[in-house]
């Protein structure tokens, strides 16, 4: 099966945004993207904290953005203050939803287990997810980053075998989220052949999965990293936030 030729960039806003933040954030991405000059060749997500999807959900109404979630509960419903289902995140249209990203594994002690719990409860609700992968700075001295990531995907791969054509992954090394590093293109290529490798080991559809570099992509370094045959689109945090420095991301992506 041949590749999938869109890519996809999704924002990862974080716990930033306000009611009025985020409606000029959304407001100018649409008019940049309503452009004539603006080739809109790839998918886009936006996944704004939980408070604000309702609101974000309305201002994307009609537009060729999809919604996405920051994360999903592993459980279905019941006494689990605080936690969102993924029906509830399906009710307000979510397409997309951020899965075992390194902060909350870092946090909220997410284990590999519960990552792939999330997998599949966002895979039966018909939410497409982002599953997140990634070694820290440590780990990466060490010689270890493609035994954490092999690892990481292993347990996801495990509960979800015959669905994981249906996910996204996105390769985060978690030394350069947030910290103005990133991998250079050749490290990052190197993961994701690592990936695209156990994935097709895994099913004979993998080239239907997307592949996202999600550790500080921006629009300087975006094209460049875009450019890697492994490489199917962006996890973007900070640059997210700024409108013209995400249309950027999703010029080069052309």
Not at 82 to 90: E, H, I, N, R, T
Not at 96 to 103: F, L, M, P, R, T
Not at 191 to 210: D, G, I, M, P, S
Request: hydrophobic share 45%; charged share 20%.
């Amino acid at each position: 099966m041949s590749r999938n030729p869109r890519k996809l960039v999704a924002g990862n806003w974080k716990m930033n945004g306000s009611l009025a933040a985020n409606q000029a954030l959304v407001q100018d991405l649409l008019a940049g993207i309503g452009q004539p000059e603006f080739d809109m060749t790839c998918d886009v997500a936006v996944c704004p904290p939980a408070p604000y999807l309702a609101q974000v959900r309305q201002l994307l109404a009609g537009s060729a953005i999809d919604l996405g979630a920051q994360d999903l509960s592993q459980h279905e419903s019941g006494a689990f203050t605080g936690d969102v289902s993924a029906a509830m995140l399906k009710d307000f249209g979510v397409r997309y939803a951020i899965v075992g990203h390194s902060e909350r594994r870092q946090h909220q002690g997410e284990t590999d287990v519960h990552v792939a719990i999330k997998v599949k409860r966002a895979l039966a609700a018909g939410i497409t997810p982002i599953v997140c992968v990634g070694e820290t700075l440590r780990e990466r001295e060490e010689g270890m980053t493609e035994f954490i990531v092999k690892r990481q995907m292993s347990a996801v791969i495990h509960l979800n075998g015959h669905c994981i054509s249906e996910i996204v992954v996105a390769y985060e090394p978690v030394w350069a989220i947030g910290t103005g590093r990133t991998a250079t293109p050749e490290q990052a290529q190197s993961v994701h052949a690592v990936l695209r490798a156990q994935l097709k080991a895994a099913t004979e559809h993998a080239e239907r999965v997307r592949i996202l570099y999600g550790g500080s992509m921006n629009a300087a370094n975006a094209a460049e990293l875009l450019a890697q045959p492994d490489i199917d689109g962006g996890l973007i945090g900070g640059a997210a936030l700024k409108a013209p420095d995400f249309l950027k991301i999703l010029a080069a992506s052309a």
